[in-house]
């Protein structure tokens, strides 16, 4: 009885001291690893979590920016950093389901390296051209495009990246024949889209509606299933008569491998209540972006089922990165 009794203490005390380090996380500062330059779309959104979430979790959240190689450099950060949950990274689609179809020697897994927490956001893309370009409409740029086989180009972000693919996929729903001119970033192609050097681009709507409204660009269709917020007059590509053309970025973030399950679900119902809050969700809305959020379980079968049709792009676009 004497030893049974020791075994119940034992066991209980056990339990308190787990339950004890559940309650104490996170017991320091929580580091954002974004791995894209600040200023970009994944920087706005970050901002726009990391105010409420410390509030959430009382706790600060630093943002920490490694960029480089699509990505790659901030995701190989996070992955060697402690499993503990005070590292985490923000990542978007290409970093997360494009990276591993288009780097031959990528030097992460993301279902085996990382371990999601939550998916907080979906970014439609706006199909645009150079405002000289004779097209008010999406059919209108087909016809054009169609006229003119190979003499239009169309500019990207960098071999690879959604602006490379999305317009690859437009491609290969319509037929058309367009040139490819791949920039290093968003910033020096849509800088030559408002020049007219190419006159076709697909681009994230928050940077897409602001230079539409000025008439520096014209948005002739947005890749989401309805029409978005941000520019509610721009029909979607399906309105514009392509059948199932539906191809939606999103932004999620990830946990190194072996994060404690309790240190990953208390930051993913944080993530959880900071997308409930209204003036965040009007924020993300007028930024472009849908909240979407997905907790930990389902993320991962989300990012399970999203790779083989990213993979499919990729291949189709010949993209290949070492």
Same mark, same amino acid.
């Not at 408002?194 to 000025?214: C, D, L, N, T």
């Not at 973030?253 to 399950?261: E, H, S, V, Y």
């Given at each position: ?9 034992? &066991? ?5 001291? &787990? !339950? ?8 320091? #500062? ?7 330059? /600040?200023?970009?779309?994944?920087? %706005? ?24 190689? $699509? ?29 591993? $179809? ?20 979906? %970014?439609?893309?706006?199909?645009? +051209?150079?405002?000289?370009? *004779? !097209?008010?409409?999406?059919? @209108? ?26 317009? =690859? ?9 367009? +040139? ?22 697909? @681009?994230?709507? #928050?940077?897409?509606? !602001?230079?539409?409204?000025? $008439? ?9 299933? =309805?029409?978005?917020?941000?520019? *509610? ?12 053309? =539906? ?7 990830? /946990? *190194?491998?072996?994060?404690?399950? @309790? ?6 119902? &944080?993530?959880?209540?900071?997308? %409930?809050?209204?003036? +965040? ?24 089922? @999203? ?6 792009? +990729?291949?189709?676009? $010949? !993209?290949?990165?070492?």
């Amino acid at each position: 009885m004497k030893l049974m009794r020791t075994w119940i203490a034992l &066991a209980a005390g056990l339990a308190l001291s &787990a !339950a004890a380090q559940a309650q104490a996380f996170p017991s320091k #500062p929580i580091r954002i690893v974004v791995g894209f330059p /600040a200023g970009g779309p994944l920087d %706005q959104h970050a901002r726009l979590l990391t105010d409420k979430l410390q509030a959430v979790l009382g706790q600060p959240v630093v943002l920490d920016y490694k960029a480089g190689a $699509g990505g790659t450099v901030g995701a190989q950060d996070v992955m060697k950093a402690p499993p503990d949950g005070h590292t985490i990274m923000l990542a978007n689609t290409g970093v997360m389901v494009i990276n591993p $179809g288009l780097y031959s020697r990528l030097p992460y897994s993301t279902l085996k390296d990382f371990v999601p927490i939550a998916r907080t956001a979906m %970014q439609p893309l706006a199909l645009l +051209v150079n405002p000289n370009v *004779p !097209a008010k409409s999406l059919k @209108e740029f087909m016809d054009y495009a169609r006229a003119k086989p190979g003499q239009v180009n169309f500019g990207s972000a960098g071999n690879g990246g959604i602006s490379h693919l999305v317009p =690859e996929m437009f491609k290969t729903a319509t037929g058309l024949f367009m +040139v490819h001119i791949p920039y290093r970033g968003s910033a020096p192609a849509f800088t030559d889209l408002m020049g007219g050097q190419v006159q076709f681009m697909a @681009e994230s709507i #928050p940077q897409a509606a !602001a230079y539409h409204k000025q $008439g520096k660009v014209r948005a002739l269709a947005v890749t989401s299933k =309805e029409r978005n917020p941000a520019l *509610p007059d721009v029909p979607t590509v399906i309105e514009s008569g392509i059948k199932g053309f =539906e191809v939606v970025g999103f932004y999620g973030f990830l /946990a *190194p491998a072996g994060t404690p399950k @309790e240190a990953v679900n208390k930051l993913s119902e &944080a993530f959880g209540q900071v997308l %409930q809050m209204p003036d +965040v969700r009007n924020r993300m809305v007028s930024q472009g972006a849908d909240p979407a959020f997905l907790g930990s379980e389902d993320f991962a079968k989300f990012l399970a089922s @999203e790779m083989p049709r990213w993979a499919e792009a +990729v291949k189709k676009s $010949g !993209a290949k990165l070492d």
